[in-house]
């Protein structure tokens, strides 16, 4: 009954699968554009934070 049951849901005759079946790429697509947005938001807050820095050169690390 398993099998039967496994065979209806995954069949690729299935009406659901002409729709399901790109999902794998449109979710790796959505994934690397939110990874791209998230590192270049990382990369600014991180140049904000070094141009923040009140000390030129090494003169925080000589006291």
Do not use: I, N
Not at 1 to 30: E, K, V
């Amino acid at each position: 009954m398993t099998t039967a049951a496994t065979q209806l849901l995954l069949a690729p005759r299935a009406d659901w699968w002409a729709y399901c079946w790109p999902s794998p790429w449109y979710l790796a697509c959505t994934a690397a554009f939110v990874w791209a947005v998230l590192r270049a938001r990382e990369k600014a807050a991180h140049q904000r934070a070094a141009e923040d820095d009140d000390f030129p050169g090494e003169w925080g690390s000589a006291a």
